[in-house]
Nanobody, 123 residues
Framework: QVQLVESGGGLVQAGGSLRLSCAASDRTFNSYTIGWFRQAPGKEREFTAAISWNGAITDYADSVKGRFTISRDNAKNTVYLQMNSLKPEDTAVYYC????????????????WGQGTQVTVSS
């Protein structure tokens, strides 16, 4: 079972940047699709970005396209989410998740989840 740990969240002003990390416990992580999801207070969890096992394919929600970049370093068992030009509406708990399957990245089942990291963007 893959264990995921997110880090890098915090408080930032609008227009600022943060980089989230998702680290895995073992190297099977390197064969998994990794997704980032977020959940704002009172809202449902929503897809944010995802990356295929080899980094060749990425997918982004329209709301973050052009501002967020997902990448991975399989040598470090880590996936990153670089978030630029942050807006107050990006405030949420951000979760990373892993799925061993192939398919449309944003609609995979995502069997394994981290505990989340809080991102707060002040106006």
């Amino acid at each position: 079972q893959v264990q995921l740990v997110e880090s890098g969240g915090g408080l930032v002003q609008a227009g600022g940047s943060l980089r989230l990390s998702c680290a895995a416990s073992d190297r099977t992580f390197n064969s998994y699709t990794i997704g980032w999801f977020r959940q704002a207070p009172g809202k449902e969890r929503e897809f944010t970005a995802a990356i295929s096992w080899n980094g060749a394919i990425t997918d982004y929600a329209d709301s973050v396209k052009g501002r967020f970049t997902i990448s991975r370093d399989n040598a470090k068992n880590t996936v990153y989410l670089q978030m630029n030009s942050l807006k107050p509406e990006d405030t949420a708990v951000y979760y990373c998740a892993a799925d061993p399957r192939v398919g449309r990245l944003r609609t995979l089942q995502y069997d394994y989840w981290g505990q989340g990291t809080q991102v707060t963007v002040s106006s």
